[in-house]
């Protein structure tokens, strides 16, 4: 496909319709290592990322017989898998309905076929959607059955709102005027080669959707300089809109994205893997929610930007819990940090660091492929060859869609076991 000369404003530009078409055509193999440009997601589908949720959840009173939680894009699933296995944790597994979403239904399809959830069980402690945020109404089960999405509990959305296109102004002389796009060249999924110009435009024209939220970026508008770009993320804010109308009065709507000082302030999106991941405007979803009269809290940490909403003012209990799980302590970022530390003692005669490390790295995460791996290595270290093989095995058997360098270090061990083997025979 080449387009050229062609003019879009941002949120109508191909780029949406490309990277959706990716996300499509590459199914889960977008979060596979095997790619050299895989879509990264250690930090958010990780075990104590997904546990600290579950602790908020617990503080949450129940309204219905079961907590009713929906995740939203779920990708290769990962997030959703640890999430039971921490509600099993804190004894709550019973209590949970947990729907697994996604808008590519050959996602929601790879997951049901790798058998991710095969501890769990199917329509009891989850259930598969196929669900587009930009048309919520259409959602529907695995047998492409219209699903009516009501009680919530809870709603996830991990690496999600970002992917939702969003229109682009800036401010000039006090008028707010909006980016449009020029297509210079376009063949695959070259997305960077797109150039952004401004037109010279002096009217705000608000289309159709955009129009309702208007007076939301007009609400943000004052705070921004001259010249500096305000981006819109009106699909987002009617996303959650609609996703409000089916939370239940204690439930919340918990958004977890890239830190926007991770953007150049010069680019308006990123690309990874070629799918586009536009900025979220955090000050326009808290001037949404604000306006609603709703409740919000932002955390903000070098990994994730984090957003949690609810209707009305959370119990005492549940702002403690925050408090202890995105302030006091972070298990999301100490993940994050542990798995950089692993990566330090090379040697076999560092096992006793190691190991030390290992249990710090146990106490917030016994049950992920990182968990198993880094115990399989400790074990090779210490020459319990027995051992350290039925850690790679179950590594291995749990890596669903090769998210994590198991294969790498088993070849030290099939090494290691090769050279004993010869010693043996000499
Ligand atoms: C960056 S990935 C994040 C996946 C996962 N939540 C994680 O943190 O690893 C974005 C996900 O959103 C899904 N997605 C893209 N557009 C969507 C839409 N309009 N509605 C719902 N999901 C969408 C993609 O298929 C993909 O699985």
Redesign the pocket.
Known sequence: MTLSGEIYSFEEAPLYQKS?ET?IETGIDI?DLKNKEA?P?VS??SYPHAHSIVKLLKRVKRSDKKYRILE?????G??ARHFLFACKKEGLLDKVEYLI????FR?VKDLRSRNLYQEFKENVHFKYLQ????KIEECCDIKSKPYELENLDLVIM???LH??PCSIYKKSSGQLEKLYIEFLEHSDRQVQVLKEFWMEEKKVRFEAKEKKYRDFIHSIADSYKDEQKIHFNFNALESLDQLFEKLNPNGFIYISDIPTMDFDSKISYRA?AG?I?YIINSQLISNFIEHKNYWDYIHNDFILYKHILSKSEPSFQFKKALKENFELNNPCVLFCEMISAMKIFVSDQSHRAYKALLNEFISIDDVSVYSKLYQAIYYMKIKNFKKSKEFFDQAEKENFFNTCPVHQHRKKLDLYIEREQLLKNL
């Open positions: 959706a996300y979060f879509i997601n958010t589908s939203c894009g779920a990708g290769n990962i997030f979403s996604d808008f590519n996602i669900l587009d945020l930009l991990n690496y999600c992917t939702l990874f799918a991941a």
